[in-house]
């Protein structure tokens, strides 16, 4: 091993061009965090906007359409560029082969790839924006007859999302095979880490269901340059088609960017209640049923779509038969923190929020699967609401708490305490007085995506305008206190939380090669353990020791 492989992954090799052409998974990681971050702060700099636009019931300083082009900018930039690829291209790069006790993935050249797809498609979305004729109007799902309006900036988007659907299935395919090939002696599936088994899961999502986005983004397409009656009713097509088709996909897509955030929940659990996960195999196995079962459910965004009564009646039981698995996890959290000797932590701090807001998210989602509800409640600003308590009171407070806990494995560096708890406790307060107002709103029958409303309803936008406002300070306080860090805060050591997994057993920011030793076997033989540190060097090989599960 050179002198250079031991010298910490930021460091080794300098340079703009070191960046460009790294094969370094963790350098990787890295590059997509910052980008979906970027898009973060760009899709949520949008929201505000629209929450400003609606404090009155008429115009106050957006018109229809430009209103029209902020929702769907929000929605296409959240879900396409950061939601979905956020925590498995940016953690699960990071992480994931570390936790392995892998040196890298199976292939870092389709690696780099897959992220440089992303940002290409990244890059014409931006264009579509800023520079092509045509307002992107269509809402994030491109629904039809919108999105074949012969609109040469949707045109732009839904091929740049057919680009990066790309890089969702390549990165994809790389986990799976890193996994099933590049685990450390002894390290058996019922030995992984519970977020490993989250990515695996994701994986299967991504490689099976995106193809479907990408075929029906394509015929998008070539509908609006050829005039091919695919969905347009004018010329012979099927508007509805297209529901089934996007949903099939973007069903499976929610649990895309929900079970990476299961993961690393359970990650947290067990470094900051200090006791073994409870029911470990449960857990493991209900991300591989989440994902399957995602597969069958696409049909209850569509129950005033059209579709037959005892296709509402299949679709209303498996919506709700998917909830078990995901209750399993709920509970097998719960039991986990009973009696733990819980540290409240900043990522703590997320994971209680997680716990509570997601909850909430999908005790609604079970009362949208119920068709006679969804008739009443189906296009208001309850979906709106329940949407957010999934995705940004699940996917996104995960992904917060993950990046507050790997940011000293990341970086080196630690960030202040204080500042991380006050940012968590203000963008939970700010979430819930944001979102909460909507279910009300929504269950008295205002409708979501309209710019004007009766003045009945100002109320309750006035109360969830403070409450975005609320959230975004902060956002953007956790953002200046883990860049403030880089600069000021206190040096990292290697496992600053206590935690028992293989990338805590690493010097932080780690090495090149990820351990500092890797030409000497890592032995794994479980997951985590805390009734004692087992962890030892032991006849020259470096040797991980846990309970078995």
Excluded: C
């Excluded at 009656?229 to 004018?234: K, L, Q, Y």
């Excluded at 600069?487 to 939380?497: C, E, I, L, V």
């Excluded at 060097?537 to 040797?543: L, P, V």
């Amino acid at each position: 091993m050179s002198h250079g492989e031991n010298i910490n992954y930021l460091i080794a090799r300098r340079g703009f061009w070191s960046w460009v052409i790294t094969l370094d998974h963790k350098r990787i990681g890295l590059m997509y965090l910052a980008t979906s971050s970027f898009f973060f702060m760009m899709g949520g700099i949008y929201a505000l906007l629209l929450r400003f636009e609606l404090l009155t019931p008429t115009k106050l300083f957006v018109d229809a359409d430009t209103y029209n082009q902020l929702f769907s900018l929000h929605g296409i930039i959240m879900v396409f560029l950061f939601i979905i690829p956020a925590i498995p291209a940016a953690m699960g790069n990071f992480i994931m082969p570390m936790q392995l006790g892998a040196m890298d993935v199976a292939f870092p050249r389709l690696n780099l790839f897959s992220y440089y797809l992303y940002a290409t498609g990244a890059l014409m979305i931006l264009f579509a924006i800023f520079f092509m004729p045509g307002l992107v109007d269509t809402g994030w799902t491109f629904y039809a007859p919108y999105s074949i309006a012969q609109n040469p900036s949707v045109v732009m988007v839904a091929l740049a999302i057919f680009i990066m659907g790309f890089s969702s299935i390549l990165t994809g395919l790389n986990f799976i095979v890193t996994i099933h090939t590049l685990r450390a002696p002894g390290l058996t599936w019922f030995r992984l880490p519970l977020f490993v088994w989250a990515l695996y899961a994701t994986s299967v999502i991504q490689v099976l269901a995106t193809p479907v986005l990408a075929i029906t983004l394509a015929l998008v397409a070539v509908e609006n340059f050829f005039g091919v009656g695919i969905f347009d009713p004018a010329l012979g097509g099927d508007p509805v088609l297209f529901q089934h088709f996007f949903w099939f996909y973007s069903h499976p897509a929610v649990y895309i960017m929900i079970v990476p955030a299961f993961g690393i929940i359970s990650e947290l659990i067990t470094a900051f209640s200090k006791r073994d996960i409870f029911g470990y195999r449960f857990i493991a196995f209900s991300s591989i049923a989440i994902a399957l079962i995602g597969f069958l459910v696409w049909g209850h965004h569509m129950f005033v779509a059209g579709q037959s009564l005892f296709a509402g009646m299949i679709f209303s039981f498996l919506t709700f038969f998917v909830g078990i698995p995901t209750a399993v996890k709920i509970f097998n959290w719960m039991a986990t923190l009973y009696k733990g000797s819980i540290e409240l932590k900043t990522p703590m701090l997320y994971v209680l929020a997680f716990l509570f807001l997601f909850t909430v998210g999908g005790l609604t989602g079970i009362m949208l699967g119920m068709v006679s509800v969804d008739i009443h409640l189906h296009d208001t600003y309850f979906v709106v609401a329940h949407f957010h308590y999934v995705m940004m009171g699940g996917n996104v407070i995960a992904f917060l708490g993950g990046v507050h806990y790997w940011w000293p494995k990341m970086t080196g560096k630690m960030y202040s305490e204080f500042w991380g708890r006050l940012s968590a406790s203000l963008i939970f307060i700010g979430f819930n007085v944001t979102f909460f107002m909507q279910f009300v709103m929504g269950s008295l029958g205002m409708p979501r995506r309209y710019y004007s409303y009766d003045p009945e309803f100002q109320i309750y936008h006035v109360i969830s305008t403070v409450g975005s406002w609320i959230v975004g300070v902060g956002l953007f306080m956790a953002l200046f206190n883990l860049l403030l860090s880089l600069r000021s805060g206190n040096n990292a050591p290697a496992n600053p939380w206590g935690a028992k997994t293989l990338e805590w057993q690493s010097a932080s920011p780690p090495p090149v090669l990820n351990f500092e030793e890797p030409e000497k076997v890592i032995v794994v033989t479980g997951p985590y353990a805390f009734d004692s540190d087992k962890s030892r060097i032991s006849n020259g090989t470096k040797t991980y020791q846990s309970e078995k599960v």
